[in-house]
């Protein structure tokens, strides 16, 4: 809208966006009482002055209010995302794989360096028996920066990846 924080304030009902609007609310009052009240108060410099310091006060206060905005859209992606790693999780764990993958490969999209999501990607490609494929996705992940803090995980898998090929070749045998 054209207030600033009206729009934030609607939508979220967030006390920021209330203390931006009050804050334009109280510059605009000002102008007002001294522009058209207090009429001797204000020379046509001072006025036009102010009228400046109006334009500037509601610019920035838009733009406060827009990054505001724009965080909290961003933060309620982040939890739709969560909350997607979480549903994945629920189905991985009950040997839902399809439902997993298609899920994974979702978050995997919107972020290709989730390596939450690359983790639980490599094991359920492990369960799944498609071992390249874990392994893949285990490479791809340690060159990720964050993959150090995954470093035992990764190793882990791998190991597991190694027994379950170790297996599957004598039992072929």
């Not at 899920?103 to 639980?120: Q, S």
């Amino acid at each position: 809208m054209f207030w600033p924080g009206y729009d934030g304030l609607v939508r979220y009902g967030r006390w920021t966006f209330l203390f931006v609007a009050l804050g334009f609310a109280l510059i605009l009052d000002v102008f007002i009482v001294l522009n058209f009240y207090w009429t001797a108060s204000l020379t046509p410099m001072q006025r036009n002055g102010f009228l400046i310091v109006l334009a500037v006060a509601w610019i920035g206060l838009s733009l406060i209010a827009g990054a505001r905005r724009r965080a909290i859209d961003s933060a309620r992606t982040a939890d739709a995302t969560e909350n997607k790693f979480s549903e994945a999780a629920v189905h991985y764990l009950r040997g839902h794989w399809y439902e997993t993958e298609h899920l994974l490969l979702g978050l995997l999209t919107k972020n290709p360096r989730d390596v939450e999501a690359l983790m639980m990607q490599a094991t359920l490609y492990r369960h799944t028996k498609r071992y390249d494929e874990a392994l893949a996705v285990l490479d791809k992940m340690q060159l990720l920066e964050d993959s150090g803090h995954w470093f035992l995980e990764i190793e882990t898998e791998r190991r597991l990846i190694a027994a379950a090929i170790d297996e599957a070749t004598e039992i072929s045998r």
